[in-house]
């Protein structure tokens, strides 16, 4: 509405329009191996199920941070926006709707290239503005695979992580490493801190959904099964007393 406002007023020169671009040029986009687009698919579904859709969860789309430079910018491998319902949308600009409050970085160097090297991530998200930002190297030891930073008094410093596993705040859940559909280890989220309520990928939200059918209808076959022996018994117990009765009749 302001824009519109804006334009209907005369200004001292032309206006020189800026270009936030949903993606690169094709001959600058970079390659994605199978495996980091199935941590990032994976990342994206766990993300959906923990921030349901009262919250915005997005996946490698441009979060432009300057507005007077489009070059400004960052592609998280997933971002959460806080109090913003789901949509859809082609880029992110954070002087119109703010600043993702979570972002996470996966990073699979030995079969995925970077846009950025990550020291120039981690300027990026500085200046972004990230609350929290989570993480995940698939080619470190084991031990040393997840990282996460906290903004406190406009820092953005580096949590100190035990076991690979440490609160995820901005969605008041738990951050650890753990299997994910096929791959042996992902950066997953979970209700509790032992990781034993995992938000589920869609697959496993459907494993669990099929679980729980075929569970009920156990259940049912198990009730009606003992319905059926109860009144089995009930005829048996009336067919004796009527037998006792017709006996003292006689």
């Known amino acids: 509405m302001t824009t519109l406002r ?9 206006v020189v329009p800026l270009d936030f671009p949903a993606s690169e040029p094709e001959s600058q986009r970079m390659g994605q191996s199978g495996r980091h687009f199935l ?28 507005a007077a430079n ?25 002087w119109e709707r703010g ?7 996966i990073l699979s160097p030995s079969d995925a290239p970077e846009r950025w090297a990550f020291e120039e991530k981690l300027l990026r ?14 080619d470190a030891e084991p031990g040393s695979r997840l990282r996460v930073w906290d903004r406190i008094d406009g ?16 969605l008041d859940a738990h951050l650890l490493v753990a299997p994910v559909d096929e791959l042996p280890a992902c950066v997953r989220l979970a209700e509790d801190p032992e990781g034993r309520h995992l938000y589920p ?24 099964d003992a319905r059926q022996k109860a009144e ?18 006689r």
Do not use: N
């Not at 998280?76 to 954070?94: C, E, I, M, R, Y």
């Open 39 to 66: 941590m990032c698919k994976a990342l994206y579904e766990i993300l959906r199920a923990a921030a349901g859709d009262e919250h915005t969860v997005s996946c490698d789309a441009f979060v432009y941070f300057d």
């Open 125 to 138: 998200y500085r200046a972004l503005g990230v609350s929290e930002l989570v993480v995940f190297h698939a």
């Open 201 to 224: 990928t869609e697959p496993e939200a459907r494993a669990r959904e099929a679980g729980a059918r075929q569970k009920a209808e156990a259940d049912r076959e198990r009730e009606a």
């Open 6 to 14: 804006a334009r209907s007023l005369q200004h001292v020169r032309p």
């Open 70 to 94: 489009p070059e400004r910018k960052l592609a998280p491998d997933g971002a959460v926006k806080l109090g913003v319902p789901q949509h859809t949308f082609d880029s992110w600009k954070t």
């Open 232 to 249: 089995a018994r009930l005829r048996e117990a009336e067919e004796r007393l009527a037998a006792i009765e017709a006996g003292r009749a």
């Open 155 to 170: 820092d953005l410093v580096e949590r100190a992580v035990a076991g690979e596993r440490t609160p995820c705040l901005t």
């Open 99 to 105: 600043a993702p409050e979570l972002a996470f970085e």
